[in-house]
């Protein structure tokens, strides 16, 4: 995600682990008129040098709620990242356009817990296409606004203007046979030595919580994943952990920043026999400097987001610092750290 990482879970966890919401809480308004939504937000000159951070809003004005199949996402250049979420209407309340995060308090964290996963951008990616199987949707409850973390750079030597465009494509109630909920993890106990080759590996076994909030064995299909890193990783992989499925491969890349790297399922991933996930992140840091996590083109991530159809959502992050292991036979230095998993009912039901 694009800010707030490092406390994300936890701040979700605290907040909502007491809370005695379960799956079959679930509310359901009126269904929207089914279609299609777009919006183009205000552009940025970007300057060559500049590294902006900023805030931009769309408030839908939806009395119904909506359900989202389909998110495609384009622009002329210069954004590195950006994430954004729905919330109730009344929050960060202002008029719509660009703004500065800070005037109206705006937290990642927040808008997590209130809301949910709008859209994630790729990497530097000037298009993008998140999209799930026919019938798959996550729902917007009504009355929300679109709110979006975005990170903008130019490396150039002239000025870029540009503008992020998001058009989504939308099911009626009666057509929706998968209800989405977000699968997170986040692994930012990165420091990646110089001249080093590391693998990055976090282990989260969210098995009980998950059998606790959900009343139910864990099972559920991942249908979309998206990874997120910066510029020196080289390799993303997600398994499943524990129980029969130990070591499992749902999803592995090599691809490149400026790539989109979302990537639906030909076939839903079905968990059922493991316990939790296992996120390794492979950097191959040539630099004379230590790298670590962070939000500017010189640091790194290792992010995943992927949807489900689980009736929680599952969020996950590492904790404590990683610890080296002896080199494999090709050099790689083994980092692994420990992780915290929780499943949570979400809030916008």
């Known amino acids: 995600m694009f800010a707030q990482h490092r406390t994300l879970i936890l701040a979700v966890a605290l907040s909502l682990v007491a809370s005695a919401c379960g799956a079959e809480d679930l509310v359901t308004p009126p269904p929207a008129t089914p279609g299609t939504i777009e919006h183009t937000f205000p552009s940025f000159a970007v300057n060559p040098g500049d590294n902006l951070y900023s805030c931009q809003s769309w408030t839908l004005d939806n009395d119904a709620e909506i359900w989202v199949n389909t998110v495609e996402m384009r622009t002329q250049g210069a954004f590195h990242h950006a994430n954004f979420l729905f919330v109730p209407e009344d929050l960060y309340d202002g008029p719509d356009g660009t703004w500065d995060c800070d005037e109206r308090t705006y937290s990642e964290v927040a808008a997590g817990i209130s809301g949910g996963v709008f859209f994630a951008m790729s990497t530097q990616a000037t298009e993008d296409h998140q999209e799930f199987p026919a019938g798959a949707a996550f729902r917007i409850p009504p009355r929300s606004r679109i709110i979006g973390g975005v990170h903008l750079l130019n490396a150039g030597t002239t000025t870029l203007t540009t503008a992020m465009t998001l058009r989504a494509a939308t099911l009626p109630l009666a057509d929706v046979t998968t209800p989405l909920q977000e699968l997170y993890i986040t692994n930012t106990a990165l420091d990646i030595p110089a001249r080093t080759v590391g ?103 290792c992010v995943l987001l992927a949807y489900t159809d689980a009736p929680v959502k599952v969020l996950a992050q590492s904790s404590g610092a990683s610890v080296a292991g002896a080199p494999d036979v090709d050099g790689t230095v083994p980092f692994d750290v420990e992780c915290m998993g929780y499943a949570i009912a979400p809030m916008n039901d």
């Not at 590996?201 to 059998?211: H, I, L, N």
């Open 199 to 301: 693998a990055f590996t976090t282990d989260c076994d969210v098995g009980a919580s998950y059998r606790s909030r959900a009343r139910g064995p864990m099972e559920f299909n991942i249908y979309y994943v998206l990874p997120h890193f910066h510029e020196i990783a080289s390799g993303f992989t997600l398994e499943l952990s524990g129980g029969t499925r130990d070591g499992d491969v749902v999803f592995d890349t090599s691809g490149g920043v400026g790539d989109p790297l979302g990537m639906t399922m030909s076939e839903p991933f079905n968990v059922a026999g493991a316990e939790g996930f296992r996120l390794r992140c492979t950097f191959d840091n040539g630099s004379d400097a230590t790298v670590r996590y962070g939000l500017d083109r010189e640091d790194e991530m």
